[in-house]
């Protein structure tokens, strides 16, 4: 699952042409760009817009306050910040974790460079954290397949030996080996997972996917069957060492799968296909990019080391990068820039301290401070640098203790553990006075298919009831007959 887009795979990539070379926004999993206006700069992305065109829901503040009443715990900095901003059907997810019933988070990587960038890391630090809130599985897809396809150069030896590097720097994230499995596509298809993957290819029509990928007759068909192996990898039947062998209860188990806005194209038609043949739907949570070095609008490349801070660099490279490449929102001079104020909202300093810096006080008073013109571009870049280094040490001294076996015990296939809810509290309906009631210590609620069991259960007592009935007056009946016919003799 290619949570990021590699730019270097799409230029060797016979893409059809979109809109990504006009003036209009295109972000999909193969093309990301805000467009550009009229005298051809560059434009941020609209994430208002991509909600109204997807279809999703905005991730509110009811939404966010049912969370942290349910789990306990403050919303990352990244749902609290708007970095983390739409969904599909996260409130659902809410509803199973309230109600103690399974489900499990689902995220991937497309393999194709030797070091990931702090960009990368967005989706998984997310990832993690929900992983250790929820206390669910994860399973994480390593689409080397998606990389070969998509490359007119990549052999499958590279974008193989790319897996192990790119394990190690997930795992350094800081994931629950008891809790998580991570696997290549090359490696695990087959078995329960293909039965799935061609379960929902034979949904899929070429015209469905021309229409959702933009793909055209010049496109290899490897490609075009890619989706159904990313959308198969959110059912949890493709799992039996994990969810079990038994598919009438693993198809219920739907993923959450917290990904960037671009993937969403994948799972709509993983979703229209799993509610046709009685899959649980996958759940979304979407996230905005981190705009690359050069500002809004832009998006951090592997390939460009100039677009990025990656988690290999040095705290002087780091310092080089931002100083030499980060776009500012500072005004010419200083006389100016202490007059008029920066704009934070396409200075690339204070946006990766959106993402990075924890503190929420912290970082109001240097929005503050910097709009103001008492802050100079200059001193934000110096706490940018400070905070970036921090990130990446800390992740460097974590991924130097990643080894080989480390990598192997991780995709190993093997039962996980975990517990889920600790505070759910089950709901036991009882019968008092032919009404329903909540069992001791629950709030009163029940879920649909308990109320319909319990309908169908005062059914059938009415009906025994009934029977009961007809016969005791059918024998009061017949007695009453005999004792009139003994009278008579």
Same mark, same amino acid.
């Given at each position: 699952?290619?949570?990021?887009?590699?730019?270097? =795979?799409?230029?060797?990539?016979?893409?059809?042409?979109?809109?990504?070379?006009?003036?209009?926004?295109?972000?999909?999993?193969?093309?990301?760009?805000?467009?550009?206006?009229?005298?051809?700069?560059?434009?941020?992305?609209?994430?208002?817009?991509?909600?109204?065109?997807?279809?999703?829901?905005?991730?509110?503040?009811?939404?966010?306050?049912?969370?942290?009443?349910?789990?306990? @715990?403050?919303?990352?900095?990244?749902?609290?910040?708007?970095? +983390?901003?739409?969904?599909?059907?996260?409130?659902?997810?809410?509803?199973?974790?309230?109600?103690?019933?399974?489900?499990?988070?689902?995220?991937?990587?497309?393999?194709?460079?030797?070091?990931?960038?702090?960009?990368?890391?967005?989706?998984?630090?997310?990832?993690?954290?929900?992983?250790?809130?929820?206390?669910?599985?994860?399973?994480?897809?390593?689409?080397?397949?998606?990389?070969?396809?998509?490359?007119?150069?990549?052999?499958?030896?590279? +974008?193989?030996?790319?897996?192990?590097?790119?394990?190690?720097?997930?795992?350094?994230?800081?994931?629950?080996? =008891?809790?998580?499995?991570?696997?290549?596509?090359?490696?695990?298809?087959?078995?329960?997972?293909?039965?799935?993957?061609?379960?929902?290819?034979?949904?899929?029509?070429?015209?469905?996917?021309?229409?959702?990928?933009?793909?055209?007759?010049?496109?290899?068909?490897?490609?075009?069957?890619?989706?159904?192996?990313?959308?198969?990898?959110?059912?949890?039947?493709?799992?039996?060492?994990?969810?079990?062998?038994?598919?009438?209860?693993?198809? @219920?188990?739907?993923?959450?799968?917290?990904?960037?806005?671009?993937?969403?194209?994948?799972?709509?038609?993983?979703?229209?296909?799993?509610?046709?043949?009685?899959?649980?739907?996958?759940?979304?949570?979407?996230?905005?990019?981190?705009?690359?070095?050069?500002?809004?609008?832009?998006?951090?490349?592997?390939?460009?080391?100039?677009?990025?801070?990656?988690?290999?660099?040095?705290?002087?490279?780091?310092?080089? $990068?931002?100083?030499?490449?980060?776009?500012?929102?500072?005004?010419?001079?200083?006389?100016?820039?202490?007059?008029?104020?920066?704009?934070?909202? +396409?200075?690339?300093?204070?946006?990766?301290?959106?993402?990075?810096?924890?503190?929420?006080?912290?970082?109001?008073?240097?929005?503050?401070?910097?709009?103001?013109?008492?802050?100079?571009?200059?001193?934000?870049?110096?706490?940018?640098?400070?905070?970036?280094?921090?990130?990446?040490?800390?992740?460097?001294?974590?991924?130097?203790?990643?080894?080989?076996?480390?990598?192997?015990?991780?995709?190993?296939?093997?039962?996980?553990?975990?517990?889920?809810?600790?505070?759910?509290?089950?709901?036991?309906?009882?019968?008092?006075?032919?009404?329903?009631?909540?069992?001791?210590?629950?709030?009163? $609620?029940?879920?649909?298919?308990?109320?319909? $069991?319990?309908?169908?259960?005062?059914?059938?007592?009415?009906? @025994?009831?009934? $029977?009961?009935?007809?016969?005791?007056? =059918?024998? =009061?009946?017949?007695?009453?007959?005999?004792?009139?016919?003994?009278?008579?003799?």
């Amino acid at each position: 699952m290619a949570t990021n887009v590699n730019a270097e =795979a799409l230029k060797e990539s016979p893409i059809p042409e979109v809109a990504a070379h006009t003036g209009k926004q295109t972000v999909d999993p193969y093309n990301v760009s805000g467009g550009v206006d009229a005298n051809g700069v560059q434009l941020a992305i609209d994430y208002s817009k991509l909600i109204e065109e997807f279809g999703t829901k905005k991730i509110d503040q009811p939404l966010l306050e049912r969370f942290e009443r349910l789990t306990g @715990k403050k919303p990352h900095r990244f749902l609290r910040r708007g970095i +983390v901003f739409s969904h599909r059907d996260f409130e659902l997810i809410l509803d199973r974790y309230e109600r103690g019933e399974p489900f499990f988070l689902y995220t991937g990587r497309g393999p194709s460079s030797d070091s990931v960038h702090v960009g990368h890391t967005v989706p998984f630090e997310f990832t993690k954290w929900l992983q250790d809130t929820f206390d669910v599985p994860l399973v994480i897809m390593l689409t080397d397949d998606e990389k070969y396809l998509f490359s007119e150069k990549r052999t499958i030896e590279e +974008v193989q030996g790319y897996c192990s590097t790119n394990a190690k720097d997930i795992i350094a994230i800081g994931f629950d080996p =008891a809790k998580t499995f991570i696997f290549s596509d090359f490696d695990f298809v087959g078995g329960a997972f293909y039965r799935n993957i061609v379960r929902l290819s034979k949904h899929i029509t070429l015209n469905q996917a021309r229409a959702i990928f933009g793909f055209n007759e010049s496109t290899n068909i490897g490609r075009i069957h890619f989706g159904s192996i990313q959308g198969a990898t959110s059912w949890a039947s493709s799992f039996p060492h994990i969810f079990g062998a038994d598919e009438k209860k693993t198809t @219920k188990i739907p993923a959450l799968i917290p990904c960037a806005i671009d993937q969403d194209p994948y799972f709509r038609m993983t979703r229209d296909v799993s509610a046709r043949i009685q899959h649980a739907k996958p759940s979304l949570i979407h996230s905005k990019f981190l705009d690359a070095l050069q500002g809004p609008g832009t998006k951090m490349s592997a390939s460009v080391d100039e677009s990025a801070i990656f988690m290999k660099d040095t705290p002087k490279q780091i310092q080089n $990068k931002i100083n030499k490449h980060a776009f500012s929102g500072g005004k010419e001079t200083e006389e100016e820039h202490r007059r008029l104020g920066g704009d934070t909202s +396409v200075d690339v300093s204070y946006q990766y301290l959106r993402f990075f810096l924890e503190d929420d006080d912290e970082l109001e008073k240097i929005r503050v401070s910097y709009e103001a013109g008492e802050l100079l571009t200059g001193q934000l870049k110096a706490i940018c640098i400070r905070e970036l280094q921090a990130y990446v040490s800390g992740f460097q001294e974590r991924r130097a203790k990643v080894t080989d076996e480390t990598v192997a015990h991780f995709m190993d296939r093997r039962p996980l553990q975990w517990v889920g809810n600790p505070r759910v509290t089950i709901v036991v309906p009882q019968i008092v006075d032919g009404e329903a009631a909540a069992g001791e210590g629950g709030d009163g $609620k029940m879920t649909k298919n308990q109320l319909k $069991k319990l309908e169908k259960q005062k059914q059938l007592e009415a009906k @025994k009831l009934q $029977k009961q009935k007809e016969k005791e007056e =059918a024998a =009061a009946a017949a007695a009453a007959a005999a004792a009139a016919a003994g009278k008579e003799a």
